[in-house]
């Protein structure tokens, strides 16, 4: 949505600057921009197919970085979107995930929860239904995995939560995603974040125990 609202408003500025570069006759400049296309097209060369390839690779860049929060991530069973949960709507983390503040693991939310309003709130939704279904026959969501550590790691989400770091310091802005999109963090990550909070670095205490 970002990206349209960003894309209509340049529409918007441009169309102005030529009412006003033309004096409100906008054909003279697409008379004119339609000749300069049609003489550069005439005598295009090798310079005009690089020209061509840059332009495309930048507006390629600028889609996908314009709001790099919102890119696609996993398809989930149900399309549950943090962006409306989390952020306009300000649902605390804490209250899908409850285990985040005592223990290792923060937990999946089970459907019991997401019925806890959705018995009422837009209860007949397609998605909510999916929902009733996966309680109905007591099958618990299937939640794909977003965020993957290697094997031999061990992230303690209970002493994060207690030092009051925010989720989003290794998550990112959830409150801007629709779907997560997945991260495979690295080692560096960590030692970065630990070297700034000065905490102990010492390999079978902090991460490998």
Known sequence: MEIL????????????????GTRGRPMRFITAF????AHVWENR???FWVSACVALVLAFLFFFYASPATRIGAEQPIAFSHRLHAGHKAIQCQFCHPYVGRSIHPGLPAVEKC????NYIIANHPEIQKEH???????PTPWVK?????????FNHQRHIKKEIACESCHGEVRQMDRLKGERFKMGFCIQCHREKKVNLGCWLACHS
């Open 5 to 20: 609202i960003t894309s209509f408003s340049l529409l918007t500025l441009a169309v102005i600057v030529i009412l006003i």
């Open 34 to 37: 339609g000749e300069t296309l």
């Open 45 to 47: 060369g090798p310079m």
């Open 115 to 118: 019925l806890y309003c959705h």
């Open 133 to 139: 279904d996966y309680f109905n026959s007591d099958t």
């Open 146 to 154: 977003v965020y993957e550590l290697a094997e031999h790691v061990l």
